[in-house]
C-alpha cells in the first residue's frame, strides 16, 4: 500500500510527526481491505496481529463473558484502534466488528513497534494516544459508577448535541441497543428513560431525537469537564 493513498492517515495526530521513511515503512507492510457488516474483525484474547485503522464505515468494539455481551465503544473513520495490545504485544482485550460496511487499513504490529523504537516523534504520539484513551475510559467508568441511567442518557445526548454543532434535531449515531449496552442500559431501561426526558424537553421519533429545551436538560443532566467530553 502507498502512503499517498491515504493522506488522512498521516493527517491522524498518531502520524502526523512521523519521520516521511519511517511512514513509509509502515504503509509498505500495511494493506487495505473492505468489509461488510457484522464481520468480526479481531477478537478478545487473541495476539494482536495488526493495528487496525477505519478510513470508511464503522467498527463496534465490544466484550463478552458468561453468556452476557456489552458494547465498549464505537470508532468512526479516520481513527485507529487497539493500539495499546499493539505496542505491548499484548492480547486483545476487546473484539471489535464492522457496523457498516467497511474500509480497513491493517499495520502489522511488529512494524509498528519498530517505528516505535526508531522514531522519538512517532513513540511520544503513542504516549499522547494512550493517554487520551487512559483518561477516556476514566472518564467513562466515573459516569457508569456515579450517574444514573437517566443522567447518563442525558448527558449523552448533551455531548452528541455538542458534536453536531448544537443542532435542536439529529439521530443517533448507533442503534439503540448499541447506545444501550454502551451506557450500561438494558433496551428496555432506554425506552424508558427516552420517555422520562420528555418532562425535560426531549422527543425521539426512532432514531431522530429533538431537544426542545438544552437548558432544561442540562439542569438534569449538570455535565462537568471531569466526566464529559465530545467522545463517544
Known sequence: MLSRDFPEI????????????????L???????????QVELIREGDPSDFLH?????????????????????TVSPVAAFIVAATVRDAPYLM?????????????PSQDVRNVFAADPAFARAVVTELAERYRGVV???KELKLRNSLERLANYLLRLQTL???????????????LAAYLGMTPEN???GLRSLEA?????????????????????????????????
Open 200 to 232: 425535560h424537553g426531549v422527543t425521539n421519533d426512532g432514531a431522530r431525537i429533538v431537544i426542545g429545551s438544552a437548558e432544561a436538560l442540562r439542569k438534569l443532566a449538570r455535565p462537568t469537564p471531569l466526566i464529559d467530553d465530545t467522545s463517544l
Open 27 to 37: 504503509m509498505r507492510g500495511a494493506y487495505l481491505q473492505t468489509f461488510p457488516p
Open 53 to 73: 485503522i477505519v478510513v470508511e464505515g464503522m467498527v463496534e468494539m465490544f466484550a463478552a463473558w458468561n453468556g452476557r455481551e456489552t458494547v465498549m465503544e
Open 139 to 141: 472518564k467513562h467508568t
Open 95 to 107: 473484539s471489535a466488528r464492522t457496523v457498516l460496511r467497511s474500509r480497513i487499513v491493517l499495520i
Open 10 to 25: 498521516r493527517e491522524l495526530p498518531l502520524f502526523r510527526e512521523i519521520e516521511e521513511a519511517h511512514f513509509e515503512a
Open 190 to 192: 432506554l425506552s424508558r
Open 164 to 178: 453536531t454543532g448544537g443542532a435542536e434535531e439529529f439521530d443517533l449515531p448507533i442503534e439503540k441497543r448499541r
